[in-house]
């Protein structure tokens, strides 16, 4: 991803708040995008469709109204925008599943980027429930934005997760895809950038301690100095060629989902980018769960992006 020439804002028709189009005028003031205000809705029996699913007429002008008030909404947003000199469109599709109709719409648009607000969700609706954020997650092949309700530092610090050590099997390629855009947003927006990343000898510890063919040779302390070691040189060797300072980059023991969140809140992170990966072949594509995890529990953005491989996947399933 290089910095986004065409953005795709998924508005929410139901919100008061549109922290997802703030973010877009903030990245376009400084990219010169031009941005689309995008609104996918389905109903299957609106308001004012008459008397039965059979009043196929009656329907289609519920649903042309219905349209044509989301139109209305979305050029009241695009107003100020449009005052503030960003280029805008606006659209509004009948389409669902929600996800699927924001995943056809951007790769129609050739937009670069996709931005949506995203909120609090339940231990009930992610148990139960099928949510927009996570299939947008596993199957968006853009970048995808996800902004929370909050304001962002007029130079925001922006953390990089990355994995050079590839234990949760990603492509290499990935983790210069994630400093790459995180070190062009951090430019273009007037940012800092830090680079985390996290290894558990817990696992080590667990696996010794349940089995005799693997004895624990190494006192704890020492095993976790060794383990910092291995992986502190991977993830320097990656951030050194890419010209980042090494007390810019954050090597932690403890679980990937605890320290990213611990880590974000003690930098005051604005944004954090982590990558895809794949597990089971490229059929279903995963952030090792880790992004579905932290999603609700961080409180700042976040941005997913995918290696290209993974992305080509995903455009051909949704074509």
């Known amino acids: 991803m290089s910095l986004p020439?065409?953005?795709?804002?998924?508005?929410?028709?139901?919100?008061?708040?549109?922290?997802?189009?703030?973010?877009?005028?903030?990245i376009a003031r400084a990219t010169r995008s031009r941005v689309e205000l995008f609104i996918c809705a389905y109903d299957s029996q609106p308001i004012g469709g008459g008397g039965g699913t059979t009043d196929a007429v009656g329907l289609a002008?519920?649903?042309?109204?219905?349209?044509?008030?989301?139109?209305?909404?979305?050029n009241e947003l695009a107003r100020p925008l449009i005052a503030d000199g960003i280029?805008?469109?606006?659209?509004?599709?009948?389409?669902?599943?929600?996800?699927?109709?924001?995943?056809?719409?951007?790769?129609?648009?050739?937009?670069?980027?996709?931005?949506?607000?995203?909120?609090?969700?339940s231990s009930l609706r992610r148990s139960i429930f099928t949510n927009t954020d996570w299939n947008l997650i596993r199957e968006c092949p853009l970048p995808l934005w996800l902004a929370k309700p909050r304001a962002v530092a007029a130079k925001p610090c922006i953390v990089a997760a990355?994995?050079?050590?590839h234990e949760r099997d990603k492509p290499a390629e990935l983790d210069h895809e994630i400093l790459t855009v995180a070190t062009e947003l951090g430019d273009v927006l007037r940012g800092s950038l830090e680079v985390f990343h996290a290894f558990d000898v817990t696992p080590v510890l667990a696996t010794s301690a349940g089995t005799m063919a693997?004895?624990?040779?190494?006192?704890?302390?020492?095993?976790?100095?060794?383990?910092?070691?291995?992986h502190g040189t991977a993830v320097y060797e990656l951030t050194d060629g890419h010209g980042i300072a090494r007390d810019q980059v954050h090597v932690e023991h403890g679980g990937t989902r605890d320290r990213l969140i611990a880590v974000s809140e003690r930098l005051g992170a604005?944004?954090?980018?982590?990558?895809?990966v794949s597990r089971k072949g490229l059929a279903r594509v995963f952030i090792g769960?880790?992004?579905?995890?932290?999603?609700?529990?961080?409180?700042?953005?976040?941005?997913?992006v995918k290696p290209s491989v993974i992305a080509a996947v995903l455009r051909r399933k949704a074509a």
């Open 289 to 304: 769960n880790t992004a579905e995890e932290v999603l609700d529990r961080l409180g700042c953005d976040l941005l997913i």
């Open 214 to 230: 693997m004895p624990l040779m190494l006192p704890v302390p020492e095993l976790i100095d060794a383990v910092r070691e291995r």
């Open 61 to 74: 002008r519920a649903r042309a109204m219905q349209t044509e008030n989301q139109l209305r909404r979305l």
């Open 162 to 165: 990355v994995d050079p050590v």
């Open 87 to 121: 280029a805008v469109d606006v659209d509004a599709l009948w389409d669902a599943p929600l996800h699927e109709g924001i995943v056809r719409k951007a790769l129609a648009s050739n937009a670069d980027l996709v931005i949506k607000d995203t909120h609090y969700h």
């Open 270 to 276: 604005d944004l954090v980018v982590m990558g895809a």
């Open 5 to 26: 020439k065409r953005i795709l804002v998924v508005v929410d028709p139901t919100a008061d708040q549109q922290p997802a189009v703030e973010r877009a005028a903030w």
